[in-house]
């Protein structure tokens, strides 16, 4: 074995560097986030040939004198934890590895300068090696230069991905700190015309971060963003959650802010996937962008180099937070539906024009058609306790001439209702309505499914989930931690109607399971349940499954498409959907009713 030595300083940086600039995105995420420490208010970036061979950062924020320059590029030298208290940082950097560890594997070049000053500086350092500050011409702030990124380290360059790869990414990092400041003007170069331009936004903050996140997420999203602000021991959480009808095939739109910090989260994933579950299939994924603000204390940003992780001191609270905000978010909205839905019918009845790409996906076959399984005969039995939709109304019958106004009549009024007065029904499947400004088109059986769906879950809160016992208990082997964590969280799932214990070590035996869910593979559940509250910390396997059969009940025991309707029992269902919470969209993400603007449709007819 070779004698112990230490290693050479420009070795050192060089490891170092691995761990804090993995690609060009990730130089680019440090040196903006010491621009916006900076005080900046506009920061500038270009980036060639997807930061491979140039990276320059250029912002107006408080500079740097000679001697700064010469700190800044040390490693762990600082400004940002003046009194060394790693449990409360409240800027974006503060580990002081960013610029050593960028010199080690690149030529670097810092301009600055101070406000107060005459003259700049200028600094270079190339694969480690620092030079001495000399004076140069620049306005007040600071401009980085990064030239030629990992030619000090070619097996790093090899791992690199693709031109338009690596310029997404760059562009990905810089929206992130965008829609974190809202008040602060950014823009991305590619070296020969600009990606974008943000200009820092007005008015409140509510309403500048929205506006910013209509600019990077899409006008779509700023049109069907629904509003959060919720507050739970001591931490607040505000942004905006789409509506379910606007969604995406990934989650790659769900974004997470911590104290101001664009982190990634497995948090996130759980919660936004359990707040949504009763409005989206599990392939369909919402746009979120969420900011939580807590005591600094309360969560360690000091996980990793990269600051893209953090630990919450209360999990428990900040998931319940998120899920709770989201789901007051939802149920404030109401009936209400994306306006892309609206968009997308009118652009397939454009002549010559596709329908438009905000609303789409796939619910099984081509389209958002959901087929069920077929139920047990107890589930059938159980569904049909809730198939009377209008008890007040007589039984349906094929409409008569009686149900038609007489020739020259006034129709029925519309008066402020949201959803309009039913006038005609449609192929027996779809209730066409009249609104104050224009039409609205409500697909019967996917309405009245949202609205058994939501008569079930209620009373299924008022009498909780009925469980039956096993003939023979079940045991379940699994590792120790597995089991550790089912125990812990006995409590929860019993509310659920899974009765389970501890069995010795690595093991536990389920005695009662719900009952709605019949003959079920308690094994196979037992540890998608262990595996979800490792992943995610919550317990969604069972909680989606008892979804999934009031969703089977509910889709069932609803109005079906082809039954004929009385205008009375039309005019019922569309006062219920007004009156229930999420009737916007069944229980798949696939909206109940489109609406059309009166301009919409003069539009279509070349009447304006």
């Known amino acids: 074995m070779n004698p112990i030595r230490k290693l050479p300083e420009t070795l050192v940086n060089r ?43 250029t912002d107006d924020g408080c500079g740097m004198d000679a001697g700064e320059l010469t700190l800044a590029v040390q490693r762990h030298a600082t400004s940002k934890l003046p009194d060394g208290d790693l449990t409360d940082i409240r800027s974006m950097g503060f580990r002081g590895e960013a610029l050593p560890s960028i010199g080690a594997v690149g030529r670097l070049t810092i301009t600055s300068r101070t406000a107060n000053s005459d003259s700049a500086w200028r600094l270079h350092v190339e694969g480690g090696r620092v030079g001495e500050p000399e004076p140069a011409a620049h306005p007040a702030g600071t401009r980085v230069e990064l030239r030629d990124l990992f030619y000090a380290t070619p097996a790093r360059l090899k791992f690199l991905r693709g031109e338009r790869s690596e310029a997404t990414a760059v562009a990905d990092v810089i929206n992130r700190l965008a829609m974190a400041r809202p008040d602060i003007g950014f823009s991305l ?71 101001g910090r664009p982190v990634r989260d497995r948090l996130l994933v759980g919660a936004v996937r359990g707040a949504y579950a009763d409005f989206l299939a599990r392939n369909r994924h919402p746009m979120v962008a969420l900011f939580l603000d807590l005591d600094p204390r309360d969560v360690d940003v000091n996980v990793h180099p990269a600051k893209a992780e953090v630990r919450f001191r209360e999990s428990g609270n900040i998931r319940g937070l998120i899920v709770g905000g989201l789901r007051h978010a939802l149920a404030e909205a109401g009936h209400r539906a994306s306006t892309t839905v609206a968009a997308a019918a009118l652009g397939a009845v454009q002549p010559g024009e596709a329908p438009a790409g905000g609303y789409q996906g796939n619910y099984g076959g081509g389209s958002y058609a959901w087929r069920p399984t077929n139920p047990s005969r107890g589930l059938a039995e159980a569904a049909a306790t809730f198939q009377a939709p209008f008890d007040h109304m007589p039984p349906s019958a094929p409409p008569s001439m009686e149900d038609l106004p007489p020739a020259g009549d006034e129709p029925r009024p519309v008066r402020d209702y949201p959803l309009g007065a039913a006038r005609a029904q449609l192929h027996d499947t779809y209730i066409v309505a009249q609104t104050a400004d224009g039409l609205v088109v409500v697909d019967q059986h996917a309405a009245h499914e949202r609205l058994v769906y939501e008569r079930m879950k209620a009373a299924l809160a008022d009498s909780g989930v009925a469980r039956q016992g096993l003939l023979l208990p079940e045991v379940v082997e699994l590792d120790e931690a597995g089991a550790r964590r089912l125990a812990e969280r006995a409590g929860e799932l019993a509310e659920l109607g899974l009765v389970l214990e501890p069995f010795g070590e690595g093991a536990v035996v389920v005695r009662e399971a719900p009952a709605l869910l019949g003959e079920t593979d308690v094994p196979s559940l037992v540890r998608d349940l262990a595996d979800e509250l490792a992943e995610l910390g919550q317990a969604l396997s069972l909680k989606e499954r008892l979804a999934e059969v009031c969703s089977t009940m509910a889709c069932h025991g609803s109005v079906r498409a082809g039954r004929r309707l009385t205008l009375d029992e039309m005019n019922a269902l569309l006062r219920q959907m007004e009156a229930t919470p999420h009737s916007g969209q069944c229980n798949h993400g696939r909206p109940t009713y489109v609406e059309l603007k009166l301009a919409d449709i003069e539009r279509l007819f070349g009447r304006r």
């Open 189 to 259: 170069n590619d070296g020969a015309k600009d990606k974008f331009r943000y200009a820092p936004e007005a008015g409140d903050l509510f309403d500048a971060r929205l506006a910013r996140l209509g600019r990077i997420m899409g006008r779509d999203f700023a049109a069907n963003a629904l509003a959060l602000d919720a507050e739970r021991e001591g931490a607040r959480l505000t942004g905006y959650a789409g509506l379910p009808t606007l969604n995406r095939g990934t989650a790659q739109h769900q974004y997470l802010f911590v104290n």
């Open 15 to 57: 490891i170092a560097a691995g761990e804090v600039v993995e690609r060009p995105a990730s130089a680019v995420k440090e040196l903006v986030e010491n621009a916006i420490d900076a005080g900046a208010t506009r920061i500038d970036v270009v980036a060639r040939d997807g930061g491979r061979t140039l990276i320059s950062v």
